[in-house]
């Protein structure tokens, strides 16, 4: 369990003061990073609850041995008590000149507070180095050659050490052997990107044997950029293990001037002589030689890298159940390589129908339909024949099983309205939407209704006018479907589209982590007052879920990010998960479920990549059973990512791309996403940018004006949201998927928990997003109607507050439904309307009692205890409670966790110091809440996971500064 900061006064035992308090602390000199220390602030220290080999004694003396060292590395560097104490066997300083300075270069160069805590926990020795003159030349060097100032900082977080080697015998003779093999300066930089090892190893003694010897092979310059940029960890491989494998290769019979000369090295690195005995057995249960095995392997050298699992599932479908020859997909083996799912099966059985059909010759290879593009094997294979084989594209959509079709020739029907004869289906196919498929990759999709919801922005320049619509393929008019001769300029591209209805209103994210949730059903009352449509969930609760029956209001149900795992690993799970979680609902209860969410923001950095490599296969798993179950077109999949998946180099939103080090991976996910026609979900937060950044212009994270606005190439920005938003349509434009729909996940901003975190500024952010979001006024970028979802619904006081104070005020309602401020959240809105019918426990709070000391050796303890089970978080610097004197402070403690236990009379027994009251003790904007009263059953489904080891981080409990300073 993570460890809980606690508070703790420790009385000396010394005969000659018996009474004397003995504190160990800790002083901040100056505002730390992590943004929650006053300058001066005193806090004592005891222990983690769990501090790995370490007792409680010995954290204690040995954190008090070197106060000073475990002090500033856990004020000014955010490292966890634990982390700091173990680093200060690594590093000792008795003042902070040379850390701050350090610290100071490291700012100045970009490096944000998660970045810095990650660098000096890994290398604490770099806070002891000279800044000007070890630190700063390496930091120049590095921007020199060209690296950004937003992957710099990344990359040195990453591989700290570049930081602790020699500029001038290490660094710099790396950087021009890489110019020298690479030729180019742009590969360099990209190498380093994708392996640090590149500038960490010894190149000239490792890497350039094996470069010398692909040169003496034969091999052009093109195979060896091939092999340093994207297989550097294969470049670094010991000499001796390249040679060998590099004549395995050759004898092979593979050309050293040809690419797949290296693809094959890799392989043969990759696979030791038992794995490569295994795929050549697999090959040979399906009934290839070893000749064919090696033939395929010269053709497509990743087949050997293939699992046994996916070989024997594509070997299954083609050989067992098509009755394709073997030896035919050794000829081809890059068809392994393809989805089984998404483009084998499909592809089959539209072959299957025109070969029953003596459409097209019996003797097709597969490379003949499998390779080609989508738009390709649509003209090629579908479209040509679409007259003839009516349900050909149904076929291909899954929209109907193979054996429905009819295997006899029958022309297509067409209608007569009026005076206008309706294409035919081929025809419109043709002329609508195959025509435009590379500049419009929705179209299909749209056209198939994969996509529910595309926002196409419709303009007039004669009347000035933008709509958005919400697309579909056809509408019932006169008894007949006809598809609606709706002309709408996407991308200066002229499509046919059906027009169905007009968005809905925004949409609020419900978060259920609280001690004390309302009713579901007091929830989807108050959504429905308030006007909202669309809800936004973080797991699919079934209590929450048949709450939302019949209501109206769409749904995006939520998959957490720790049952990632299971769903990437298991098609089964992802059906079971499905059948339970959407289609009883949809089919049972009446839900309508629109979305859903795989995973949340998965990609943040400090989850160090864990995340990245089950989020896609979990997301094609669900896509998956979601069109097995019959739901694709109407619940579209998608993953909320946080807006760090993208960034500018130079701040500048037209420069913008995904990270480097997750760019391959966005690219997967964003062309899985666009071709099953769902949208791109991201999570904007202004107020994230000014917490963590001291120095960020307080005016442009709301939608006032700001004046100095950004100016990118005539497109003018005056807040921080604008900006960001048009960062991704340039990062998806710039990987060629600039129509793809976005939706605004998250965006919001918390009252409480932080300086800026306040109702006043919650209000003035809140009602600027939503002024802009109901006249329909979207970026620069993309003009029309957002889509949104506000964040978030109600208060979460069992939330996590690892990234801050303020993570459990983020709701426009406290946890009883109260409406915060007035936010006019539709047209004619007079303000949000309150929950109806709560009901509260007794008027009665618990406080320190008056007659209680504050010396009292059982006061820090006790007020440990209370905040580690309950809620402290609007105590603190600039919070709403943050003017109490020591007694309100402690009053504010005790109250809150008498009220969480459900006014226990056992819950307010704080050792002889508390006492409850009849007494309102709210002060000003501080107010002492009463819990409302729930049934016990929804507080433990709630809140038993979380209300026990409610974290507690190191600036949590720093409101006793005031009562320790009363003490003195």
């Known amino acids: 369990m993570i460890g809980v900061l606690v508070l703790h006064l420790k009385r000396s035992i010394s005969s000659d003061s018996p009474s004397k308090v003995r504190l160990l602390f800790i002083t901040n000199r100056s505002r730390?990073?992590?943004?929650?220390?006053?300058?001066?602030?005193?806090?004592?220290i005891q222990s983690f609850t769990s501090v790995g080999c370490l007792s409680e004694s010995e954290f204690e003396n040995e954190a008090e041995r070197n106060y000073f060292t475990v002090s500033y590395l856990v004020n000014s560097c955010g490292l966890s008590p634990k982390s700091a104490l173990l680093a200060s066997n690594k590093v000792h300083f008795q003042n902070p000149d040379r850390p701050d300075s350090v610290l100071s270069l490291l700012k100045e160069n970009g490096f944000d507070k998660t970045q810095i805590t990650k660098l000096i926990r890994s290398r604490p020795t770099l806070l002891l180095a000279n800044p000007m003159n070890t630190l700063l030349p390496k930091i120049e060097f590095f921007r020199s050659i060209g690296v950004s100032g937003s992957d710099l900082p990344r990359i040195l977080t990453l591989s700290p050490d570049l930081l602790r080697r020699s500029l001038t015998n290490h660094l710099i003779p790396c950087y021009d052997f890489l110019k020298s093999v690479l030729l180019v300066n742009e590969k360099v930089i990209t190498t380093m990107k994708r392996s640090q090892r590149a500038f960490l190893c010894d190149v000239t003694n490792v890497m350039a044997p094996n470069v010398d010897l692909l040169r003496e092979l034969g091999a052009p310059q093109s195979t060896i950029s091939l092999l340093v940029t994207h297989f550097p960890s294969m470049a670094f491989i010991t000499h001796a293990k390249f040679v060998t494998a590099a004549q395995e290769v050759k004898e092979l019979g593979f050309d050293?001037?040809?690419?797949?000369?290296?693809?094959?090295?890799?392989?043969?690195?990759?696979?030791?002589k038992p794995m490569w005995e295994s795929k050549f057995e697999v090959f040979r249960r399906w009934g290839w030689s070893e000749a064919d095995t090696l033939l395929a392997f010269?053709?497509?050298?990743?087949?050997?890298?293939?699992?046994?699992?996916?070989?024997?599932?594509?070997?299954?479908?083609?050989?067992?159940?098509?009755?394709?020859?073997?030896?035919?997909?050794?000829?081809?083996?890059?068809?392994?390589?393809?989805?089984?799912?998404?483009?084998?099966?499909?592809?089959?059985?539209?072959?299957?129908?025109?070969?029953?059909?003596?459409?097209?010759?019996?003797?097709?290879?597969?490379?003949?339909?499998?390779?080609?593009?989508e738009k390709c094997f649509l003209e090629k294979f579908v479209i040509r024949f679409q007259d003839n084989v009516p349900q050909l594209l149904s076929v291909y959509q899954n929209k109907i099983e193979l054996l429905d079709v009819e295997i006899q020739s029958e022309k297509v029907e067409q209608w007569r309205i009026g005076h206008e004869l309706l294409p035919t289906e081929k025809c419109f196919l043709e002329k609508f939407v195959i025509r435009f498929l590379d500049d419009v990759p929705q179209l299909l999709s749209v056209y198939q209704n994969k996509m529910d919801l595309l926002d196409v922005q419709i303009q007039s320049e004669k009347v000035g006018i933008s709509v958005r619509f919400?697309?579909?393929?056809?509408?019932?008019?006169?008894?007949?479907?006809v598809r609606l001769g709706l002309l709408v300029g996407i991308a200066g591209f002229v499509v046919v589209v059906g027009l169905i209805g007009v968005v809905s209103g925004i949409g609020v994210n419900w978060g259920t982590q609280a001690t004390h949730p309302l009713p579901p059903a007091t929830v989807v009352k108050m959504l429905r007052d308030n006007g909202i449509q669309t809800v936004k969930l973080f797991d699919a609760d079934s209590t929450t879920l048949n709450a939302l029956k019949n209501s109206g209001i769409q749904v995006m149900v939520g998959i957490p990010n720790?049952?990632?795992?299971?769903?990437?690993?298991?098609?089964?799970?992802?059906?079971?998960?499905?059948?339970?979680?959407?289609?009883?609902h949809i089919s049972s209860n009446g839900v309508d479920i629109r979305y859903v969410a795989v995973g949340n923001e998965p990609f943040l950095t400090t989850y160090n990549g864990s995340f990245e490599p089950i989020t896609l296969p979990a997301l094609q798993n669900i896509q998956s059973a979601l069109t097995k179950a019959g739901l694709s077109s109407q619940v579209k999949v998608t993953v909320p990512l946080n807006a760090d998946v993208y960034q500018s180099p130079n701040g500048l939103p037209s420069s913008g791309n995904f990270r480097a080090d997750i760019q391959a991976l966005m690219v997967q996910i964003v062309q899985f996403l666009n071709t099953n026609g769902a949208p791109f979900t991201v999570n904007i937060y202004p107020f994230i940018s000014l917490y963590e950044n001291s120095n960020f212009p307080f005016d442009y994270a709301f939608f006032n004006g700001y004046s100095s606005p950004l100016n990118d190439n005539g497109r003018i920005y005056q807040d921080m949201f604008s900006a960001n938003y048009d960062t991704l349509v340039w990062a998806l434009q710039t990987n060629g998927y600039g129509n793809m729909s976005i939706i605004v996940g998250e965006i919001g901003w918390p009252t409480d928990g932080d300086k800026n975190a306040n109702v006043q500024n919650a209000q003035r952010f809140n009602q600027g997003f939503m002024s802009r979001y109901l006249a329909g006024q979207g970026t620069p970028m993309r003009s029309g109607p957002l889509d949104a979802y506000l964040f978030s619904l109600i208060d979460e006081d069992a939330k996590s507050i690892q990234p801050g104070n303020f993570e459990r005020h983020w709701g426009m309602f406290y946890i009883d439904g109260t409406p915060k401020y007035v936010l006019n959240i539709a047209a004619n809105s007079n303000g949000l309307v309150a929950a109806s019918n709560v009901p509260y426990l007794a008027q009665q709070w618990c406080i320190m009692s008056p007659s209680a000391s504050l010396v009292d050796p059982q006061v820090g303890p006790s007020v440990s205890y209370a905040c580690a089970n309950a809620d402290c978080t609007s105590l603190?610097?600039?919070?709403?409670?943050?003017?109490?004197?020591?007694?309100?402070?402690?009053?504010?403690?005790?109250?809150?966790?008498?009220?969480?236990?459900?006014?226990?009379?056992?819950?307010?027994?704080?050792?002889?110091?508390?006492?409850?009251?009849t007494t309102d003790p709210s002060t000003g904007d501080c107010k002492f809440r009463i819990m409302i009263n729930v049934p016990t059953a929804m507080q433990s489904s709630s809140s038993s996971s979380s209300v026990g080891s409610l974290e507690q981080p190191v600036g949590l409990l720093l409101f006793l500064s005031l009562f320790i300073l009363s003490i003195l």
């Open 470 to 481: 919400r697309l579909g393929g056809r509408e019932l008019v006169g008894g007949c479907w």
């Open 256 to 272: 050293p001037s040809k690419a797949v000369f290296v693809q094959a090295i890799q392989a043969v690195l990759k696979l030791k």
């Open 876 to 917: 603190g610097y600039g919070t709403s409670c943050g003017s109490l004197d020591a007694r309100g402070n402690i009053s504010y403690a005790f109250n809150s966790y008498y009220q969480i236990q459900n006014q226990l009379a056992s819950a307010c027994q704080f050792s002889n110091l508390s006492v409850v009251t």
């Open 562 to 584: 720790d049952m990632l795992y299971t769903l990437a690993n298991s098609v089964q799970a992802a059906e079971n998960w499905v059948a339970k979680n959407v289609s009883a």
């Open 32 to 44: 730390t990073q992590l943004g929650l220390l006053q300058k001066n602030a005193f806090f004592i």
């Open 298 to 373: 010269k053709k497509h050298p990743n087949c050997m890298l293939l699992s046994e699992e996916k070989i024997t599932k594509a070997m299954k479908f083609l050989v067992s159940k098509l009755g394709f020859s073997s030896k035919n997909i050794a000829k081809n083996p890059v068809v392994l390589n393809l989805s089984l799912e998404k483009r084998i099966i499909p592809r089959c059985s539209v072959v299957q129908i025109l070969l029953a059909k003596d459409l097209v010759k019996n003797d097709l290879s597969l490379a003949t339909f499998l390779l080609p593009t």
